[in-house]
């Protein structure tokens, strides 16, 4: 009993991993499109996008049924049957609802292995990442070297301005490393050492004025949210290209609000070139610093900034916009409205088994399955199993393909069932639920399907 048990618990798991990948990465991909639309918007608006669409991989549709359940409503309120031809027309989603309508698309040992294989990644990629930062603070500890008094003036102005309401930040020097933000429980403020010899001081005080925006906005928090994304969803490539996006977006963030603040580009770009050629920047995708991020493509958009078109009408109307495609995509879950899943509609009463009737049901009328057109122009057979419940006014409800030898055939044989109607099923006098299985036999031997 055990051994099924675990099977099917695992089964049904990698399905679920599976429909909310497909709909995460749906709506991830919609919402990188709809940052590239915006390129004439903030960063910051652009980062909230990225950060909108990275969420939707942490709360699975089941978390939103409420809010689907209601929206679902609207849309067949406004449009009958728009849910399912929204369903319906999402790319993929009929092979994997045909894929889980079979018995079983793989053995049970094999889905425990790779969920534990995933889960083995990246609980190697979060240890290693946790090593290397700890191992790279106190590398840069001890190295660290007192900062004179005219640097720290500087960081307590810069943190100033910033609007920072807590006291200056811990500043310590490195050899080469920086300058950033290292960690995010107790952050350090990072400077190589040649710094402050090597910038002028409108180019230092921009560059500071950067990483004490990192500081404001807890960032360096963000990043680490940011590697735990990458660590767990370690093979979505939708992932790594939002992760991307957002780690871009908030650095140019960072250097629209050093050039509100500081009024000087020119200065700021030219801090930025002469920090890039003299340190190392920080090496951990979590933290962050001035230095890292795609440099060019900052600076382009430092000494050449656009216009923007955004107001707050604009900015509300995007991020609603990425709201209500996260949220639609969790019409994309199979198991909705798989051929493999029982339909949510459920009897009121008892149902019965054909064996304990005294009247079993008699079929009125069959509607004959549709052979698929690919699967007949590859000379394929098979045969599923349709489970369904026969109502007390003989339509039958809840079908769904109990097994299937090949997974292409569940909803041809699942929609023709679901057609037909029977004489129903009495006990004691009273018509009754009655649960039935039928097998439907696909074969070229004869053009039609046999029941």
């Not at 509300?316 to 019409?331: E, K, P, Q, R």
Request: proline residues 7%.
């Amino acid at each position: 009993m055990a051994l099924p048990l675990l099977a099917f618990s695992a089964d049904a798991l990698f399905n679920g991993v599976l429909s909310h990948l497909l709909e995460s990465s749906l709506a991830g991909l919609v919402i990188l499109l709809l940052i590239a639309a915006c390129r004439r918007a903030s960063a910051d608006l652009r980062r909230t996008l990225g950060w909108i669409g990275l969420f939707k991989f942490a709360v699975p549709a089941a978390a939103l049924a409420p809010l689907l359940g209601r929206l679902g409503a609207l849309l067949g309120w406004l449009s009958p049957g728009a849910p399912a031809a929204l369903i319906a027309g999402l790319p993929g989603h009929r092979y994997l609802a045909e894929a889980m309508a079979a018995d079983r698309a793989l053995p049970g040992t094999l889905i425990m292995a790779m969920l534990a294989a995933s889960a083995a990644v990246t609980a190697a990629i979060l240890v290693r990442w946790w090593v290397t930062s700890a191992a790279f603070r106190r590398e840069v500890l001890a190295g660290a070297s007192p900062v004179s008094g005219p640097l720290f003036r500087r960081v307590a102005a810069a943190a100033s301005s910033v609007g920072l309401s807590r006291a200056t930040p811990p500043v310590v020097l490195s050899e080469s490393e920086g300058p950033g933000v290292l960690g995010f429980i107790s952050p350090l403020l990072v400077i190589p050492r040649s710094l402050e010899g090597l910038l002028a001081p409108a180019e230092l005080d921009s560059i500071l004025v950067h990483e004490l925006v990192h500081l404001e906005r807890r960032d360096p928090l963000w990043g680490a949210a940011r590697t735990l994304f990458l660590a767990v969803f370690w093979h979505n490539p939708v992932v790594w290209l939002l992760c991307r996006s957002i780690a871009l977006e908030t650095e140019k963030s960072c250097d629209e609000e050093v050039i509100r603040l500081t009024g000087s580009p020119e200065a700021y770009a030219d801090g930025i070139l002469k920090t890039v050629r003299h340190s190392l920047g920080l090496p951990d995708p979590s933290l962050t610093g001035a230095a890292g991020h795609s440099v060019s493509s900052r600076i382009k958009s430092i000494l050449s900034p656009q216009s923007r078109t955004e107001s707050p009408a604009m900015k509300m109307l995007v991020l609603s916009s990425a709201c209500l495609i996260a949220v639609l995509t969790g019409y994309a879950d199979p198991s909705s409205e798989a051929p493999g899943s029982p339909k949510s509609e459920a009897p009121a009463g008892n149902v019965y088994d054909i064996s304990k009737l005294d009247v079993i049901p008699r079929a009125l009328f069959q509607a004959r399955p549709v052979y698929p057109k690919e699967m007949r122009a590859q000379g394929v057979n098979a045969e599923v199993l349709v489970d369904f419940i026969i109502d007390p006014n003989g339509a039958v409800k809840n079908a769904f393909a109990a097994k299937a030898s090949r997974a292409e055939f569940g909803k041809s044989a699942v929609d023709a069932v679901s057609q037909w109607k029977f004489a129903p099923g009495e006990k004691a006098g009273n018509k009754v639920y009655t649960h039935m299985q039928v097998p439907i036999v696909y074969t070229l031997n004869n053009d039609d399907p046999k029941s």
